[in-house]
């Protein structure tokens, strides 16, 4: 093989490689979709498992625009993802007292320092400072 057409598979097999790398996530394998919160584990500890994950979602639209359900409160933001690397902006939420046993603040809170996300299936996995969020469709 000449050294053109070698250089010509070498980026035709990077191509396809970087093509079936499921970890890497677009904006399109999110989006329009409901994703509610199951578990939040903090490093070092065991995970919660969340009793009702309805009150606890992820809702990301087109334009990196994110809607969030907190328990009793809500909050909307701007998300960035590119692969797996991902973060949210400061979110603007209402602050309402849902409870002492309400998981509201550490959630917001925990995605306020998100750091990577992945995608398996009808799961997602937020890597955050501390915390991993995992939800299901």
């Known amino acids: ?4 057409t070698r250089a010509a598979v070498l980026a035709a097999g990077l191509l396809l490689a ?17 994703w509610r919160l199951v ?9 919660i498992n969340v009793a009702d994950p309805s ?11 994110v809607n969030v359900r907190s328990d009793c409160n809500t ?3 701007a998300y960035s993802l590119t692969g797996t690397s991902f973060s949210i ?3 603007a939420c209402t602050r309402a007292f849902c409870g002492d046993a309400s998981l509201d603040a550490d959630y917001t809170r925990a995605l306020q320092t998100a750091r990577s996300l992945a995608r398996a299936g009808t799961e997602l996995t937020i ?11």
Not at 1 to 4: A, E, P, Q, S, W
Not at 55 to 63: I, K, N, P, Q, V
């Open 1 to 4: 093989m000449n050294r053109l």
């Open 18 to 34: 970087a093509a079936c790398d499921e970890s890497l996530t677009r904006p399109s394998d999110i989006e329009g979709r409901t």
């Open 39 to 47: 578990s939040l584990t903090r490093t070092g500890t065991a995970s």
């Open 55 to 65: 009150r606890y979602t992820l809702r990301f639209a087109d334009g990196g625009h």
């Open 75 to 77: 909050c909307g933001g």
């Open 89 to 91: 902006g400061a979110l």
């Open 127 to 137: 890597q955050c400072d501390g915390v991993v969020l995992r939800f299901q469709m």
